[in-house]
């Protein structure tokens, strides 16, 4: 079965630049998103298809994604941000795998 | 504005049954794919199944082929998802999801819990 990959926690410093990084074999071949996940809330989409972000998402949320890894990256950020993050992954053979999550705190 | 609602949830026994019912707004539902997910206590979010716009499509994680079944009624804007065996593996909130590459939006979840 496939697998994504998604390191535990992330610490960033209010202002400073924040990258959370999702593995998985040829990853760039698939459609990638990211979600927020706020405790006691439903996940929000923050980016798609790799680089695309949603209306209302903050341009400081951008996305990457090359060979077999994807990167989200959060420019300047801020307290409200601290939340779990969640790459997805999708084919159309092994259809919806989700990373298993990361945990960002704003020290 | 788009958006779903997930109803259905609640407490079942071991080797129960459940359904759960999610009513879409504010898009025309009938033009899309249809997933659910779920997310267990304090871990991380679990794809479930999938369904084409005329149910014609479906998929589930292999965790629960052959005792879930996903459907729709387009004329009712509603999916739902119908657990069967159900265990304590299952104790999970359920969301569903618009699309089938991407979930957006999510519902507010329905909380399923299994025990006896």
């Known amino acids: 079965s496939y697998e994504l990959t998604q390191p535990p926690s992330v610490s960033v410093s209010p202002g400073q630049t924040a990258s959370i990084t999702c593995s998985g074999e040829k990853l760039g071949d698939r459609f990638t998103s990211w979600y927020q996940q706020k405790p006691g809330q439903s996940p929000v989409l923050v980016i798609y298809?790799?680089?695309k972000r949603p209306s209302g998402i903050p341009e400081r949320f951008s996305g990457s994604n090359s060979g077999n890894t994807a990167t989200l990256t959060i420019s300047g950020t801020q307290a409200m941000d601290e939340a779990d993050y969640y790459c997805?992954?999708?084919?159309?053979?092994?259809?919806?795998?989700f990373g298993g999550g990361t945990k960002l705190t704003v020290l | 504005e788009v958006q779903l609602v997930e109803s259905g949830g609640g407490l079942v026994q071991p080797g129960g049954s459940l359904r759960l019912s999610c009513t879409g707004y504010?898009?025309?539902?009938?033009?899309?794919?249809m997933s659910w997910a779920r997310q267990a206590p304090g871990k991380g979010l679990e794809w479930v199944a999938t369904i084409n716009q005329d149910g014609s499509q479906r998929y589930y994680v292999d965790a629960v082929k052959g005792r879930v079944i996903i459907s729709r009624d387009n004329a009712k804007n509603s999916l739902y998802l119908q657990m069967n065996s159900l265990g304590a593996e299952d104790t999970a909130v359920y969301y569903c999801?618009?699309?089938?590459?991407?979930?957006?939006?999510w519902g507010q979840g329905t909380l399923v819990t299994v025990s006896s």
């Open positions: 298809h790799h680089t």
């Open positions: 504010g898009f025309i539902f009938s033009s899309y794919w």
């Open positions: 997805q992954a999708w084919d159309s053979s092994t259809h919806v795998v």
């Open positions: 999801g618009r699309d089938r590459s991407l979930f957006d939006p």
